[in-house]
């Protein structure tokens, strides 16, 4: 069974510019989650979509990020204007069910802006 | 606000050697229970989880842990450790009132084993 996809795997911007994470999740889960993580600490939730709808993006700082998961499969997460406190891995996560089950992770894009 | 606290930032311990990481939470209900393990350059894996039922659990590669209601503690533990156990772990409490699946993590607990 693959596991979660993610792409690119490093990314190296300058601040205010923008940038896209790709993620691809285990066929057939219909729960994916994009997390943060900054050097030093847990993951942090950013948004959750349950198909292509958005069941939590309480954390998710709208100013500059948004995430989209049009057909309810894979889904991009974009950062616009990126600032340096933005540098982190942004990990995809995907389960089968909406409920707090197993999530499956992928390997995570890790971000670095200068 | 729920919270989880991994007390240990670092442990070093010696190959062959006991292991208890540390992990305490903050939540006001019944809540779910998780350690997961990242090696570097790596996703998260799941070892264990705890829903509910018998408070020891058993996980992959020979790590178990137990619930502590009276405590707010799930520590994990293993009885003989391996070089290949290096990594970070993390502690995590799922709302299971929400039922959305939203996991929140510790800040870690980085493992490093001495030969």
């Known amino acids: 069974e693959a596991g979660v996809a993610q792409s690119p795997r490093y990314k190296i911007i300058e601040k205010r510019q923008s940038v896209a994470f790709w993620c691809n999740p285990i066929?057939?889960?219909?729960?994916l989650y994009w997390y943060q993580q900054i050097l030093g600490q847990g993951p942090k939730l950013l948004i959750q979509?349950?198909?292509?709808?958005?069941?939590?993006d309480s954390q998710l700082p709208k100013d500059r990020f948004s995430a989209e998961r049009l057909k309810g499969v894979d889904s991009t997460l974009k950062i616009q204007p990126a600032k340096l406190e933005d540098s982190a891995v942004y990990l995809c996560a995907s389960s089968s069910g909406q409920g707090a089950v197993k999530l499956f992770f992928g390997s995570g894009t890790q971000l670095s802006v200068l | 606000a729920q919270s989880v606290t991994q007390p240990d930032i670092h442990i070093t311990v010696s190959e062959g050697a006991s292991l208890e990481l540390r992990c305490n939470y903050s939540y006001g209900a019944t809540p779910y229970l998780f350690w997961y393990v990242q090696s570097p350059g790596q996703g998260l894996q799941l070892l264990l989880k705890?829903?509910?039922?018998?408070?020891l659990v058993q996980g992959i590669k020979g790590f178990e842990a137990e619930f502590k209601r009276s405590q707010s503690s799930f520590n994990l533990r293993k009885p003989s450790v391996h070089w290949s156990d290096a990594a970070e772990y993390f502690c995590?409490?799922?709302?299971?009132?929400?039922?959305?699946?939203?996991?929140?993590f510790g800040q870690g607990t980085t493992l490093q084993v001495k030969p």
């Open positions: 066929s057939g889960h219909a729960t």
């Open positions: 979509f349950q198909n292509n709808g958005v069941v939590d």
């Open positions: 995590a409490v799922g709302l299971a009132s929400s039922n959305t699946g939203k996991l929140i």
């Open positions: 705890y829903f509910s039922g018998d408070t």
